[in-house]
């Protein structure tokens, strides 16, 4: 039903010829790879390899790839052996660099979070909030129990953002108090119709950095007002996402701090608890929306009793490198990503127990094994190293990731880029591509150039107010300072109707996100996902060969990150 390799390759030559002609202008100087060998690398990235990876990755016998089970190390096995028939190598004693996770699993009927007050000599009736139907809290860190009180601040939208003139803070000293904090950005206004990047979801507005810059102001809590409109999914997704085992890393003594309680409550429990005070949420919404605002007391007092059962468990990256061929450059890399883990083993749907994640992310994985193919055959290789990371724990909350962030096997400062591939088309080849991040940093004109030549334009951020860009293992990287891409494959199908892309994503969120049924389809078009490890590759490739590094732009909240990482 889709374009088979033997068609892909009668078609070849008229599709690459603009770009073998660029390629010969491109690098004819320097020690570069030649057009030819270029485009030898390139049609090593095959449709019959892709499917081959993506059938073991996607097995059953792998039961869902989970971090800390039998078929998640026999995929990090795997992955191992591809990256050394590749000819990668190791950049420790082996490709694993294996780390410790935590789970957490709170227990609801020894947990409570009860607001009372105002005042201390207050006799009114505490209010207890229902769990998991009005609030769900945690520990920030996996303990087994934790009892946090302390005053409750309404904190706005809980941003200091200095390159936006927005300080929600002020000089107030916010040790030992709980944090009520909106989701999202503050609205953008006709005057200032940019602020805060518009439509789109800033850093800012996730939870994540909320969370943190409670942890930096020395909060002993902070609570999430959530708001469908606001976080872009309802409440029944919080019940169900943060009522289960929860991961994270081991603390470190010299880590970042954490805000002890951590929660979402309801808009509804929001309103009454602050009615006790006798202040409006909307009040303080439509406050909070402007420059002038600073956090508030509000005199009530909130109590977070959590208990929670905590388990060890172990996972590894899978990481490789291609050592660059120049020596004055070699401990310069670029980073490429996909992460091997999903789901495991869960709740039936239709008799079938097994989260395969074939699409997610085993596809993705399949694709960056073919870059480590293409690269492993370069001769000369690039100037700068290439190192190739599929990370364990994405599902758990970017933990491999952030794991390499902490421990980088390359020091960040020397890393010149990263591109991350979540999802590789199993759909076809499109017309398009969308390069989360192009905007950001001067790694867009580099995609952008790269594509064009593909015959494939850049499509915009499909939901930009959904913040995609903070969800995927990219993330820590960015957040650390290194310019960072996410690269997509595009939904204008080449042979299929208009809207059909957009019809069969749809059905792949709706039906296959996060179930069994997202499993190996024998007979699957991966024209697209040659098309998009193709471009994954060339791009890695320019950033490796080039001359200088990429740059965030000015407006990026993540170039302050980049600046003191390089001394400037």
Do not use: C
Request: charged share 20%.
């Amino acid at each position: 039903m889709g374009t088979r390799t033997g068609e892909l390759e009668g078609r070849a030559p008229r599709r690459w010829s603009v770009l073998a002609a660029t390629l010969l202008a491109a690098f004819v100087l320097g020690a570069a790879a030649s057009a030819a060998n270029l485009r030898e690398a390139l049609d090593s990235i095959t449709e019959r390899d892709l499917d081959a990876h993506l059938r073991f990755l996607a097995s059953d016998e792998l039961r869902g790839r989970a971090p800390g089970t039998a078929g998640g190390d026999a995929a990090a096995a795997y992955i191992a052996a591809q990256f050394a028939r590749a000819g990668l190598e190791p950049l420790g004693p082996d490709f694993l660099q294996t780390f410790d996770v935590l789970g957490s699993t709170v227990d609801p009927g020894a947990s409570s979070l009860v607001i009372t007050g105002p005042g201390a000599a207050s006799a009114r009736a505490p209010l207890s909030a229902a769990y998991p139907a009005e609030a769900v809290v945690w520990p920030g860190v996996a303990e087994s129990g934790i009892d946090v009180e302390g005053e409750i601040v309404f904190a706005g939208y809980g941003i200091a953002a200095p390159e936006y003139g927005w300080d929600d803070f002020g000089s107030q000293d916010l040790s030992g108090k709980v944090l009520l904090v909106l989701v999202g950005d503050p609205p953008a206004s006709p005057m200032e119709p940019d602020l805060f990047a518009g439509v789109a979801l800033t850093y800012y507005g996730r939870w994540t950095y909320k969370l943190e810059e409670a942890a930096r102001r020395g909060a002993a809590g902070a609570l999430l007002v959530h708001s469908t409109a606001r976080a872009g999914y309802p409440w029944g997704v919080v019940e169900a996402s943060w009522t289960g085992e929860q991961f994270s890393l081991p603390p470190r003594p010299d880590g970042a701090p954490v805000a002890p309680l951590q929660g979402w409550v309801t808009t509804d429990f929001a309103r009454r608890l602050l009615a006790r005070a006798d202040l409006d949420l909307g009040d303080l919404t439509a406050r909070a929306a402007r420059r002038e605002f600073s956090a508030l007391r509000t005199g009530l007092v909130a109590r977070g009793t959590v208990s929670a059962s905590v388990r060890r468990l172990q996972t590894a990256n899978v990481v490789g490198v291609l050592p660059g061929g120049d020596e004055a450059v070699r401990p310069e890399a670029v980073v490429l990503t996909a992460h091997y883990d999903h789901l495991g083993v869960g709740p039936a749907v239709d008799g079938d127990s097994i989260y395969n994640g074939a699409y997610d992310n085993a596809s993705g994985v399949s694709a960056l094994l073919e870059v480590a193919e293409a690269f492993g055959s370069l001769d000369p290789r690039p100037r700068r190293s290439v190192v190739l990371i599929a990370t364990a724990a994405e599902e758990a909350g970017l933990l491999g990731a952030e794991h390499y962030v902490r421990h980088p096997l390359v020091p960040l400062g020397r890393t010149l880029a990263i591109v991350n591939v979540d999802g590789a088309n199993l759909w076809g080849e499109t017309n398009d591509v969308v390069a989360m991040g192009a905007d950001r940093s001067t790694l867009g004109l580099v995609v952008r150039e790269r594509a064009r030549e593909m015959g494939m334009r850049l499509a915009p951020d499909r939901a930009p107010d959904r913040g995609f860009f903070f969800r995927s293992d990219h993330f820590p990287f960015a957040r650390a300072g290194v310019p960072a891409l996410y690269l997509e494959h595009g939904l204008s199908y080449r042979g299929r109707p208009a809207g059909w892309g957009e019809r069969r994503l749809a059905r792949y969120d709706e039906r296959d996100y996060h179930q069994p049924s997202d499993e190996y389809e024998p007979g699957i078009d991966l024209s697209g996902a040659v098309q998009q490890a193709r471009l994954v590759f060339l791009v890695g490739y320019d950033v490796a060969q080039g001359d200088a590094f990429p740059e965030w732009f000015e407006s990026s909240e993540f170039k302050p990150a980049r600046d003191r990482m390089m001394g400037r």
